[in-house]
């Protein structure tokens, strides 16, 4: 009678993990995945288990039969011999390959790099690792710790922490909830806990964020001078860091936007231009200009005077001013776009026209035409608003202190036009007056 032998390889991890079975007859499926324990089925045709012998090379038997299987000791090559007991006779060999298991990849819970909308990303509570085209399927794999990096896409600032386990925390969710479209999440220092104990740092994922509010500036490059030196950032610094304080020494930074031309093929032509001036200390920005395209100042911010309120006047390329009035400085959760849901769309283009979109009125605001003629007078009160299902900021409660709205960062906040607003024609007639 021919005898026959026969192994059977599975995947396994700390359970028995049952895969498409490996014999001898396919030699090209002999994997074993080194640092697993490769549960293994060894038989031979009109003989019982205990009456064989089995000898590894390269790799370890271990269990008790029926639950056996091999651990491979380095990369290379595992032979698996098996022999009767009663006279040493050699019934067959089996080669596998050792090769290392393949790295998982990183998960926003089950979203890949790319770009998704504020309510996806808040639906997503951990960071997950998977393993993508890969068999064993069945193998459990902990985020035992990783780092996240949120990146405002105006480069205004920057925000990071490490983190023990998989959990998302607070903090990141609430830059999410009021995120603008194009800031930026990554995912990185990745350490994953594979079956056997192993840990491995996985790639990072990238996410960027979807919303229905955008930043109203975008910089490509900085210049920081102070009193020793002046140094010019291609890779742009960001301003501020996670508790809005100065990434940079004290001095004066100066924004500035790549302007190009283009022929009907390629880019003819590269410019720079001044968007903007900043003076920081170590503890807060002190002031901000901004400028037109040909060098006219456009607007200025002072907050040198008070940490909550900073002073804003705006001008007309002709020198004229445009408007005045308090502003907030920038807080993650404050939204420098005010709620423009007047219910009249001429009107709040009106408004619009006058009042900043950089950083967040407040309190009394005056508009002026070119001539210098009144247009406007309107009040703006702090709201405390919501996320809607369609990623949109809903109505909000009203009168809140700016000190609380900056200490409650998991909670968005923005301004509204609130009480009597006027506006005014260029002969100094009420044109429009409303009460909210």
């Known amino acids: ?38 549960p293994i089925g060894i038989a031979v045709d009109g003989y019982k288990y205990r009456q064989l012998m089995v000898k590894t090379e390269g790799c370890e038997l271990y269990g008790e039969y029926p639950r056996l299987g091999i651990k491979a000791k380095s990369k290379g090559k595992c032979t698996v011999s098996v022999y009767l007991k009663r006279n040493k006779k050699h019934m067959g060999s089996y080669e596998f390959k050792v090769t290392n298991v393949p790295l998982p990849s990183t998960f926003f819970g089950n979203l890949e790099s790319g770009k998704f909308s504020v309510n996806e990303l808040l639906e997503t509570n951990q960071i997950n690792a998977h393993w993508m085209n890969f068999g064993l399927t069945c193998l459990t794999l902990w985020v035992v710790s990783y780092q996240w990096e949120y990146y405002g896409n105006s480069g205004l600032f920057y925000c990071s922490d490490f983190v023990k386990g998989n959990k998302i925390p607070t903090r990141l969710k ?187 009125p407040y309190g009394n605001w005056k508009g002026y035409y070119k001539s210098g003629a009144l247009a406007l007078e309107c009040n703006f009160d702090l709201e405390k608003v919501s996320r809607q299902e369609d990623g949109s900021m809903g109505d909000g409660s009203n009168d809140h202190f700016i000190t609380q709205a900056v200490k409650d960062t998991e909670t968005a906040y923005r301004t509204e036009v609130k009480g009597v607003y006027k506006c005014y024609n260029k002969l100094g007639k009420v044109f429009w007056e409303g009460n909210r």
């Open 174 to 360: 609430s830059l999410i909830s009021h995120g603008r479209t194009g800031d930026k999440i990554v995912i990185t220092r990745v350490k994953s806990m594979i079956a056997g104990g192993t840990i491995k740092e996985l790639a990072p994922v990238e996410i960027y964020v979807d919303s229905n509010i955008y930043w109203e500036r975008r910089i490509d490059f900085i210049k920081f001078k102070n009193e020793n030196s002046m140094i010019t950032f291609y890779d742009f610094q960001h301003l501020l860091t996670c508790d809005q304080t100065p990434a940079f020494s004290p001095g004066i930074l100066y924004y500035y936007e790549i302007k190009h031309s283009y022929s009907d093929d390629f880019d003819i032509l590269r410019d720079t231009q001044l968007i903007s001036e900043v003076k920081i200390d170590t503890r807060k920005q002190l002031y901000e200009k901004q400028y037109y395209p040909k060098g006219k100042l456009k607007a200025e911010y002072y907050f040198e005077q008070n940490d909550t309120l900073g002073d804003a006047t705006l001008y007309y390329e002709n020198g004229e001013i445009r408007s005045k009035g308090k502003v907030i400085p920038w807080h993650s959760n404050i939204i420098e776009q005010y709620d423009r849901s007047i219910g009249y769309l001429d009107i709040s283009t009106f408004i619009d026209s006058l009042v900043t979109n950089v950083y967040t």
């Open 1 to 38: 009678m021919t005898k026959y032998l026969t192994f059977v390889l599975f995947a396994f991890t700390r359970l028995y993990c049952w895969s498409q079975p490996l014999v001898i007859s396919i030699p090209t499926t002999n994997i074993i995945y080194l640092g697993l324990q490769n």
